[in-house]
């Protein structure tokens, strides 16, 4: 079987999804750093593998690739015991990754970039408040689905909870006050303490 070559931007939760998920399967990947901030993945090379020009990418034979972070969650996870057999299950955790693409990752993400990668928040004030409102409200979300459960799906750690963590744990680097968020503090807890996890800064 061919050596899975993962481009990634280490500081990315989008990537820390991909390497925490085959750290925790115990699969073998080659991690090829790319800097976003300087525009590696926008050159003419990448951009014939990604036509997007994102991270991560995950080249799974030569010449074989996929995009997204959530597709490749779902192609890695398939048969594992992080992606649920049962049909509702299933259609439950796409329903989290979905919702992590449209009403928490723009918002969280995104505030986390500008502070603490970029390092230039006093540009986007006006920007930020708006982020900040609706990944509050992403939280709060998150927060009352959390409040009587352990995990997104099923009472069980799945690849939704990998989604939801890579951003959401982080979440303070991006100006949000996570102490208001009790249950997802412990269920960040929880996700640590899966066999195989790695910190985001770990290769």
């Given at each position: 079987?061919?050596?899975?070559r993962l481009y990634d931007f280490l500081p990315s939760g989008n990537g820390y999804k991909i390497r925490l998920l085959l750290t925790q399967i115990g699969m073998p990947f080659e991690r090829i750093e790319?800097?976003?901030?300087?525009?590696?993945?926008?050159?003419?090379?990448?951009?014939?593998?990604?036509?997007?020009?994102?991270?991560?990418?995950?080249?799974?034979?030569?010449?074989?690739?996929?995009?997204?972070?959530?597709?490749?969650?779902?192609?890695?996870?398939?048969?594992?015991?992080?992606?649920?057999?049962?049909r509702f299950l299933r259609a439950q955790v796409l329903q989290?990754?979905?919702?992590?693409q449209n009403?928490?990752?723009?918002?969280?993400?995104?505030?986390?970039?500008?502070?603490?990668?970029?390092?230039?928040p006093e540009k986007h004030q006006e920007t930020m408040k708006s982020r900040l409102d609706k990944g509050y409200a992403a939280l709060k979300v998150m927060e009352n689905h959390l409040s009587d459960r352990s995990f997104f799906v099923g009472d069980r750690y799945t690849i939704a909870?990998?989604?939801?963590?890579?951003?959401?744990?982080?979440?303070?680097e991006g100006g949000f006050d996570?102490?208001?968020?009790?249950?997802?503090?412990?269920?960040?807890?929880?996700?640590?303490?899966?066999?195989?996890?790695?910190?985001?800064?770990?290769?």
């Open positions: 079987m061919e050596t899975l790319l800097n976003i901030t300087k525009g590696e993945t926008r050159t003419p090379e990448f951009l014939s593998k990604n036509p997007n020009g994102k991270i991560p990418l995950l080249e799974i034979e030569p010449g074989k690739y996929l995009a997204e972070s959530n597709a490749i969650l779902l192609y890695l996870s398939e048969g594992t015991e992080f992606l649920p057999y049962d989290w990754l979905f919702f992590e009403s928490h990752e723009p918002f969280i993400a995104t505030s986390r970039f500008l502070i603490s990668i970029l390092g230039k909870d990998i989604a939801l963590f890579a951003y959401t744990h982080v979440a303070d996570l102490t208001q968020f009790p249950a997802i503090q412990a269920w960040i807890e929880r996700v640590k303490s899966q066999p195989g996890y790695i910190t985001i800064h770990q290769e």
